[in-house]
């Protein structure tokens, strides 16, 4: 049976200052999953979208609810991976309303990376971090690549920093969670999404 966590964050913001969250020692965070992916698990964010529609002449912005879930998870040789649907990057869509598209995300111990395609291992993955993570800490996914994601430690986990010449997005990891916050940001024609995590379900390991 799973069970519903409400994210810290909003119980926040109906109690008032007095409930802010401790921040976790480093020996509880790194004791703890950055990303408890298993089949089942599901994470549902509250989504802000401002557009520009050329219509209206003007930025506009939607609301919307997100799902992201863990369709599916194998394990093989040590590494396991999680077919994943609706990640928050889906949102990041330049035309029309985003869709949740499917990938496979593999992790070996506590390695991440992204896999080439959705049936395929660890031939052609793209790294993406291995905890714990260290705040100001750069990973760049490969020797080939120019951008590199930029580490900050925030006071429930940690931030990774995508920022290239058109956008930048960012990743906020909640150890024991996972992705807690998600933004987009598109540097030309207005697109920012914001995702707020609401609620996180357990899947089954």
Not at 155 to 177: A, C, I, K, V, W
Request: glycine share 10%; proline share 6%.
């Amino acid at each position: 049976m799973r069970n519903a966590f409400p994210i810290l964050l909003l119980v926040l913001g109906a109690c008032g200052g007095s409930s802010k969250p401790k921040p976790m020692s480093l020996q509880d965070m790194i004791a703890a999953d950055p990303l408890p992916l298993a089949k089942g698990a599901r994470w549902t964010y509250q989504v802000s979208i401002k557009k520009y529609d050329p219509e209206a002449d003007k930025d506009v912005t939607s609301q919307l609810t997100w799902t992201t879930e863990v369709l599916d998870a194998t394990e093989a040789n040590g590494v396991t991976s999680f077919r994943i649907k609706g990640w928050p990057s889906d949102l990041a869509d330049l035309e029309g309303a985003p869709v949740a598209t499917e990938r496979t995300l593999l992790r070996s111990g506590n390695s991440f990376m992204w896999a080439a395609s959705n049936d395929a291992g660890l031939d052609g993955a793209e790294g993406w971090f291995s905890w714990p993570l260290l705040d100001g800490q750069k990973i760049c996914p490969s020797r080939e690549m120019v951008y590199c994601w930029h580490v900050a430690g925030v006071e429930t986990g940690y931030e990774l920093t995508f920022t290239t010449g058109p956008d930048e997005q960012s990743y906020q990891l909640q150890p024991g969670t996972g992705v807690a916050r998600y933004v987009y940001s598109h540097h030309g024609t207005t697109n920012k999404i914001e995702a707020k995590l609401v609620e996180y379900q357990k899947g089954t390991p």
